[in-house]
Each structure stands twice: as structure tokens, then as C-alpha cells.
């Protein structure tokens, strides 16, 4: 795997963790040897400042291609306590050999295993912090991985789908009617095949104008009117700045179908169901769907339906979409208040 | 057999008459769109065959079962409510799925006229207003629903306004008081034992010798119910018939 280019944090842990390591050494060179010379201290910042920074930042790479950021803790475990003592021991060997080759005398015992050990403890060190910010970083990536899946999921979950009552019941009435009034069954195949295809597609899009899916309704109407006869009467009032509009799709389909269900169907005589939009001072997008007829228990109004109404708003507007159920005058009364654009 | 359709969309009734047209011993004498007009109908009607579709305006279908005194030969027509159906025993009624399939309806049909027959063999004339006990009725429980031969009861047993109905493994309590019971069930099959029992004489399997000077009757299925010694007398009287 080609190691992706690294980050802003990376050079900044890079630094701050070789500058500081740098000046642990010098500090203790200066206050500790009993004598100094400029060779010494070039030796430490060369090492230190510019071969560590290198070897590690070739590490990185090194431990991208050979896929070690994929391993699990305890198979990457023993081969970093490998690389770190392979390192330290080659590091030692390689200052040991520059200050002689500098005419210096050869080191004591005790010097060689202190400059091990502190090479040690630095590669330790870094590998430590370069894992664990990485192990962090990646945690954060998947929780955003599952954010946006859940988000989806949950989308997907609420998206309307088309009442298999209605569609059973308008396919019996087809049936009849293309027996007795094939003229009127094949305008109704042309509905209930733009409605399936308007509901199956609807997961295409997050939001569509308002116009389709006005024309959506309008199909599904001219369906629940053969079903209905003479019990259902539609008003619309569209307001032509409203069409354009974006709303999510099956949503205001819902609401007249919820209107239809809970509402005309229930009621022997029939009734209205009126469909009102308007774009409000506020520049929003007001939408009323009522139908007569009354609100029953807040178990029965809530429904499942509203719910899912609700739910598909919040995930998609957040806070700036509202809905509103009420009864007026003989009237249930469904309100949607929307931003006129997706978010 | 004299069929009733009922049904709230025009058309849905209108395709099953198209349907029937081709069944000669069917014959429509009627059609409801709602559960109010269905219940007249049937009162006013002749009605051997019930069409009934389950989601209607403001009721269901089994809203109208439950207000019937007998259920005629029953035969479903739902669009998507199959699973409600399920739970019926398979004798006692069949379901059609919209849109209707000729051969399914044909096949429902069958099975109905040979429930036809069964019944008008074992139906003896009727008493009065008493029902005979070859009627069925529709219990209801909760969401569970049974349709029930009356002769197939073992016991009703009274819980203040409501009462307990046994048959087969089944135990549904129903809204009936055990006194109404009494007045529309046949006295020479339903045997009112005490204030709390009412059984059906044709389960009786034992009479013992009880408490209190009274005796234990046991029912077919292992039920025992506790009576007086002068209702022990008039049992005696009635099961010597």
C-alpha cells in the first residue's frame, strides 16, 4: 500500500518530538560531561535532528508498504521491539564509528550502552505517539463511516412506499375494468405505472421539485378516484413560486394518501382533500394537506406514517423543517413548513 | 346459494359479480358498501353466502361478524389482510386475495357447497327464536378470532358481564352475559347448571356424588363443574330423555 501523504500533525509531532529529544541529549551533554568539544555536539544534532527525523519518517513508509497499520496490536508488537532494537544498535554502531573515524578514542563500555538505550528510548517514543494518534485517527474515520451509513440507513428505512392495499385493490379494479371498460382500464395502467415507477425510483434522490411530485400526487388521485367515486373531491391551490421548490420525495404522496386513508375512506359519504402551498414571508415553503374528517386518539393521528414523516424531516433539515397535525372546522389539518432548497 | 357481496369499492364488487356470473347456483340477491348496510341486508335477506371484504369505512368486516346472531358461509376478500385470516380454522371459512382468480374463487366454492350440505343435513328445524345448534357463530377475543358450530361448545362459564366460552383447546371471553346466553341458546342442548355454568348436554361424560349434598358433573375434555342437588335432579331428568 502506497503510504498517503502525511498531515499537518505528523510534521508537527515530527519536530516538537526530535526538537525536544535534541535538546534532552545537549542538555545533558553540557551539564553532565565532565569535558566538551564541538565534534560531540555536531555528532548529537546531526544524529539526533536530522538521521532520526529521516529513519523514522522512512519507517512510516516503510511500515505502510509492508502493510504493519493493518496488523493487530500483537503481531505488530513483536516486530516493533525488533525494528527498535535493530535500529538502536545500528545507530550506536554508526556514532560509534563517525567519532572515530573524527580521531576520537574509542568509546567506553558504559557510553556505547547509554547512547543504545537512549536511542532506544526515543524510537520507542515516537512509535508510541505515531500509533496511537494513528489508532485514534482511525477510530474517528470510522465513526464518521458510520454515521453517514446510519444516516443512509435510516433514510432508506423511511423513504414511503406505496400502501400494498392500495395497490392490490386498484389491480382487482383494473381487472374489472378491462373487461368491461378497456378505454378506462388503460388510462389507469398509465397512473399505477408512474406512481410504481415515481415510488420505486425514490431512493434516487434526497429531494426533487416540488412540480413532480405535485404530478405524482395527481396520478395517484386520478387512481384513489376510480376507487372512490363520487366520495372524493380534491382542491388544489398551487402557488407558481412554490413549484419549484425541492421536497423529499413521496413525502407530500404520503401526506394526501395518510389524508385518503385515515381520512376519506373512512367516512361513507366521502369527503374533501385540499392541497395548499405557498412560499411564507419568511421565504419557506408552506404546505398544507387537509382532508375532512377528524384527528382520532393521538395514538391513531400519530401513526406510524407521521412518525415517519417526522423522522425523514429531522434527518434531512435537521431543526429548520417543521410538521404539525391539528383538526379545524371538520378538517384534519397536515402542515409542512420546509427551506425552499436542500440543505 | 343465496350470496350477499359486500364490499366498499364499487368496482371490487362489481368485477366479483362479473366473477360469479359464471357459478349457476349462485345467486346474487344482494351487495353492501358499508358494515351498516351489510347488517340490514342480512337481516332483511335470505343470505347462505357472505363475500366480505375486511377494511371498510369507519368498521372492519369482523365488526360486522361480531354483530351477527349466526354467521353464514364465509369467504373473505381482502387485498392484503391474509395474515389476519390465518388464524381461522380452515373449515370454517376461505379467503380470496385481490385481484380474484377465477380458479381460487371456484375452489372456494367447493369447499362451500360442501359446508352447505353438511349443515342443512345436520340442521334441525328451528325453534322459535332459539338458535339451532347447527348455527355458527363469530367470537372474538382480543385480536384473536374464532367462527364456531354452536354444537361444538362445551361450556360457558359467567363472569359478571362477560363470559368465558370453551371449545376445543380455545377460551375466549366474550362480552355476553351467561343470561342472554341462556334465553337465545337451545334448552335441549345448553343445560344452565348454576349461576356460572351453562353447558352443552351432549359433553356431559360423568355425574358423581359431591359436596354439600350436590354432585359433580364432568365434561368431555376434563372440565368439572359443581351443581345443586336440585339441578342434579332436573340433569338426571333431561340426560334420561
Not at chain 1, 526538537?19 to 560531540?40: I, Q
Not at chain 1, 511500515?63 to 496488523?71: K, N, P, Q, R, S
Not at chain 1, 385518503?260 to 415553503?285: F, M, N, Q, W, Y
Amino acid at each position: 500500500m502506497t503510504p498517503p501523504a502525511p498531515g499537518r500533525p505528523y510534521w508537527i509531532c515530527q519536530a516538537a518530538g526530535w526538537g525536544g529529544f535534541v535538546a534532552y541529549v545537549l542538555g545533558g551533554y553540557v551539564f553532565g560531561a565532565p569535558e566538551h568539544n564541538t565534534t560531540d555536539i555536531i555528532s548529537i544534532v546531526f544524529f539526533n535532528a536530522v538521521v532520526c527525523p529521516a529513519i523514522t519518517h522512512g519507517l512510516r513508509h516503510w511500515m505502510y508498504v509492508h502493510g504493519w497499520h493493518e496488523l493487530s496490536n500483537r503481531r505488530r508488537f513483536p516486530r516493533l521491539i525488533g525494528v527498535v532494537i535493530g535500529l538502536s544498535v545500528t545507530l550506536t554502531a554508526a556514532v560509534a564509528f563517525s567519532l572515530m573515524l573524527a580521531g576520537q578514542s574509542m568509546m567506553r563500555m558504559q557510553g556505547v550502552f547509554g547512547i543504545t538505550a537512549g536511542f532506544a528510548m526515543a524510537f520507542t517514543g515516537w512509535l508510541t505517539i505515531y500509533f496511537a494518534v494513528h489508532a485514534r485517527r482511525e477510530r474517528d474515520a470510522l465513526q464518521l463511516r458510520l454515521t453517514v451509513v446510519a444516516r443512509e440507513a435510516q433514510l432508506r428505512a423511511l423513504r414511503a412506499q406505496l400502501n400494498p392495499h392500495f395497490l392490490f385493490n386498484c389491480l382487482n379494479s383494473l381487472r374489472h375494468l378491462i373487461a368491461t371498460q378497456p378505454a378506462r382500464a388503460e388510462l389507469m395502467l398509465n397512473n399505477l405505472a408512474e406512481l410504481l415507477r415515481y415510488s420505486l425510483n425514490a431512493d434516487r434522490a434526497e429531494t426533487v421539485p416540488l412540480a413532480e411530485e405535485l404530478r405524482i400526487v395527481d396520478e395517484y388521485l386520478n387512481l384513489e378516484r376510480v376507487r372512490l367515486d363520487e366520495r372524493l373531491t380534491v382542491e388544489r391551490r398551487i402557488a407558481p413560486e412554490a413549484a419549484r421548490a425541492q421536497v423529499p420525495p413521496m413525502l407530500v404522496q404520503m401526506l394526501v394518501e395518510n389524508a385518503i386513508k385515515h381520512g376519506i375512506s373512512e367516512l361513507p359519504a366521502g369527503g374533501v382533500v385540499r392541497i395548499d402551498t405557498a412560499v411564507a414571508p419568511d421565504g419557506r415553503l408552506n404546505l398544507l394537506v387537509a382532508n375532512t374528517g377528524r384527528l382520532g386518539s393521538p395514538a391513531e393521528a400519530g401513526g406510524l406514517g407521521l412518525e415517519n414523516v417526522k423522522g425523514r424531516l429531522r434527518l434531512i433539515y435537521g431543526d429548520a423543517a417543521s410538521f404539525s397535525l391539528s383538526e379545524r372546522d371538520g378538517m384534519v389539518e397536515a402542515r409542512l413548513v420546509l427551506p425552499m432548497e436542500r440543505p | 346459494m343465496n350470496a350477499l357481496i359486500v364490499d366498499d369499492e364499487r368496482l371490487a364488487r362489481a368485477e366479483l359479480r362479473r366473477l360469479l356470473g359464471a357459478h349457476d347456483d349462485v345467486s346474487i340477491v344482494g351487495e353492501a358498501a358499508t358494515v351498516d348496510e351489510a347488517e340490514t341486508r342480512l337481516r332483511e335477506l335470505p343470505v347462505d353466502l357472505l363475500f366480505l371484504d375486511i377494511k371498510m369505512p369507519g368498521a372492519t368486516g369482523f365488526d360486522l361478524l361480531e354483530r351477527l346472531d349466526r354467521v353464514p358461509l364465509l369467504v373473505f376478500t381482502t387485498a392484503y389482510d391474509e395474515f389476519a385470516l390465518r388464524a381461522f380454522e380452515v373449515n370454517a371459512c376461505d379467503y380470496l386475495l385481490k385481484p380474484i382468480r377465477p380458479d381460487r374463487l371456484a375452489a372456494a366454492l367447493d369447499k362451500m357447497r360442501t359446508l352447505w350440505t353438511a349443515m342443512r343435513a345436520a340442521a334441525p328445524a328451528a325453534t322459535g327464536t332459539r338458535r339451532p345448534a347447527t348455527d355458527r357463530v363469530f367470537l372474538r377475543d382480543g385480536d384473536r378470532c374464532w367462527i364456531v358450530t354452536i354444537a361444538d361448545i362445551v361450556l360457558f362459564e359467567g363472569e359478571g358481564n362477560y363470559a368465558r366460552v370453551l371449545f376445543g383447546a380455545n377460551r375466549p371471553l366474550i362480552r355476553t352475559s351467561l343470561n342472554a346466553l341462556e334465553a337465545r341458546l337451545d334448552p335441549a342442548l345448553f343445560f344452565r347448571a348454576s349461576r356460572r355454568h351453562l353447558f352443552n348436554l351432549r359433553f356431559v361424560d360423568r355425574v358423581d356424588a359431591g359436596v354439600d349434598d350436590g354432585y359433580t358433573v364432568t365434561l368431555r375434555g376434563g372440565v368439572s363443574v359443581g351443581i345443586s342437588r336440585r339441578q342434579g335432579r332436573q340433569l338426571r331428568e333431561r340426560l334420561g330423555l
